[in-house]
């Protein structure tokens, strides 16, 4: 049988597939992550930790949809020391752990860093663009915010680090942005979050279907796909080679998954498949993308990767 290397590498980390979990569903707790460990992600993603342990925002906070979802939970997780003494446990399952850290000012974020940069993590993911926190703006949003704590988060320490960002919508958007990144040392980039501050509203209620702020929440699943494949593919042409990117939105089936290989990312992330399907959702999708190259004839990632063809 013909097989296909999906194997990758982020900053030197190498992963063997090219399919792990986003941060957010299902990996807050221990018993979460084991089971990431166990499924054929190949990595074992964190929820993004804060300084302290959060509830996060008041239920209903996250809804299925017909194409995707819409949640704002305001990152509920154990706070960013349960992590760090689940490192070591986290390392002893066999898989690249990735830390996804969240905070609320460059003095937090400064703090968890420094902590993980000091641990066995792997690599460590900043996320700039969580949309669900009530008062606060998404650090993505604000350009002199993100230089700023750029250059205090790429020099504490050799730990390779990556940004979550926000989806941009704008050509302007995304120069101002690549132009920052490519100052500093920032090994990747994880493109996109959710579309913050979607309105879903329920006619037969006459209500929203999330309580969080008024009902305003992240926009998740095949409704983003075009926006996260946009995100990917601007970076890529915009930023330094030595950038990597990760691809997530919408990513439900092999053939999405290649779709953002063709636009350029190095390795993609599922989170709202995962939420609504369960850990079999990365093998599923690893073999459907498999086959998909099989019937295209590519053997490896690099047949495909960033080559899409213009018209
Ligand atoms: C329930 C849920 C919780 C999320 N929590 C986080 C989070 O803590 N940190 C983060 O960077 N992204 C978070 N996200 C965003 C996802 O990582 C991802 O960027 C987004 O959902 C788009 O991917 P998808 O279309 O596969 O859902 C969350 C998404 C969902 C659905």
């Known amino acids: 049988m013909t097989t296909v290397d999906l194997s990758t590498n982020i900053a030197g980390v190498a992963l063997k597939s090219y399919l792990m979990n986003a941060s957010g569903p299902k990996c807050t707790t221990w018993e979460e992550l084991e089971v990431v460990a166990q499924s054929a992600s190949s990595a074992i993603m964190t929820k993004s930790c804060t300084m302290e342990y959060r509830e996060g925002n008041p239920e209903p906070r996250y809804s299925d949809l017909p194409l995707g979802s819409i949640q704002s939970m305001g990152l509920p997780n154990l706070g960013y020391k349960a992590y760090l003494e689940m490192v070591p446990r986290l390392k002893a ?47 993505a949003y604000d350009f002199e915010q993100v230089e700023s704590a750029l250059a205090a988060l790429t020099v504490l320490g050799d730990k390779p680090i990556g940004i979550k960002l926000a989806p941009y919508f704008d050509m302007s958007h995304f120069i101002a942005m690549a132009t920052i990144l490519n100052k500093f040392p920032v090994k990747f980039i994880t493109c996109v979050n959710s579309i913050g501050n979607t309105l879903i509203i329920d006619p037969e209620t006459e209500s929203p279907i999330i309580k969080p702020k008024g009902g305003f929440g992240g926009l998740c699943g095949d409704y983003i796909k075009p926006v996260g494949l946009a995100n990917v593919r601007a970076f890529r042409e915009l930023l330094d080679d030595d950038v990597q990117i990760i691809g997530v939105g919408g990513i439900k089936n092999g053939v999405d998954a290649f779709e953002y290989l063709l636009a350029g990312a190095d390795a993609v992330q599922i989170a709202t498949c995962f939420e609504k399907e369960g850990e079999g959702c990365f093998k599923r999708i690893e073999d459907e993308l498999t086959a998909f190259m099989v019937k295209k004839g590519y053997t490896q990632l690099s047949d495909a990767k960033n080559k899409l063809k213009p018209l």
């Open 93 to 139: 399952l066999g898989k690249p752990v990735i830390v996804s850290i969240s905070g609320f000012s460059i003095k937090e974020n400064i703090e968890m860093v420094s902590a993980f940069q000091k641990s066995d993590v792997d690599l460590i993911e900043v996320n700039f663009s969580c949309p669900n926190i009530p008062g606060k703006a998404q650090v």
